[in-house]
């Protein structure tokens, strides 16, 4: 928990920041994700900005080395990057991004659904679904869709915390246990 509130505070910080510096948030998210990416696919590295014995001058110069060859980075991202690395926060790396993504979401009335279907959706239902979405949150909605061939047919859109679960095989066993009860 403890960790979750330091998150939320450097999520915040870097917000008020791009806003005071009118920067481009989606920018600075896009490269902060990119050289999260970057990381995680290469463990060692990963490994490298996170343990604590490492000193700083060390892992600042991989950083600037890093940015200067393979990931292009605005002096601001990179310069948030290495305070993070500083204050050995780097654990924290990826759910910093995550709620300064849901800080600009918020701010651009933007909200995440998550589609699962069993069967891959055409293009006038997926219109159409975040449509309907976009109605009854009166946002704008983003889908990300995705195959889950264990519903048997159907749809489950999460939007936040709220799932709605038009799935077959939720209806059987929901029909199951209320023939359950019935036969009690």
């Known amino acids: 928990m403890a960790d979750r509130k330091i998150s939320i505070r ?6 008020d920041i791009c806003i005071d510096k009118s920067l481009d948030m989606r920018e600075v ?3 902060l994700k990119n050289f999260y990416h970057i990381s995680i696919d290469n463990q060692p590295l990963f ?14 110069l991989l950083i600037n080395r ?18 993070v690395v500083r204050k050995n926060r780097y654990n924290l790396f990826k759910e910093i991004i995550e709620i300064f993504e849901d800080l600009v979401d918020e701010k651009d009335n933007i ?5 699962k279907s069993a069967v891959d959706l055409d293009e006038s239902y997926k219109k159409e679904l975040k449509e309907q979405l976009e109605g009854k949150f009166n946002k704008n909605i983003e889908p990300d869709f995705t195959l889950d061939e264990t519903l048997m047919a159907g749809v489950v859109v999460q939007v936040g915390d709220t799932v ?11 029909l199951n246990r209320k023939l359950l009860k019935l036969s009690i």
């Open 10 to 15: 450097y999520a915040r910080a870097l917000y």
């Open 29 to 31: 998210l896009r490269e």
């Open 111 to 115: 909200l995440k659904a998550h589609v």
């Open 66 to 83: 890093l940015t200067t060859y393979k990931v292009e980075l605005n002096k601001f991202a990179g310069e948030f990057i290495k305070y």
């Open 47 to 60: 490994e490298f900005l996170t343990i604590t014995i490492v000193p700083f001058s060390r892992k600042e």
């Open 164 to 174: 709605y679960d038009g799935s077959v095989k939720t209806y059987l066993n929901n």
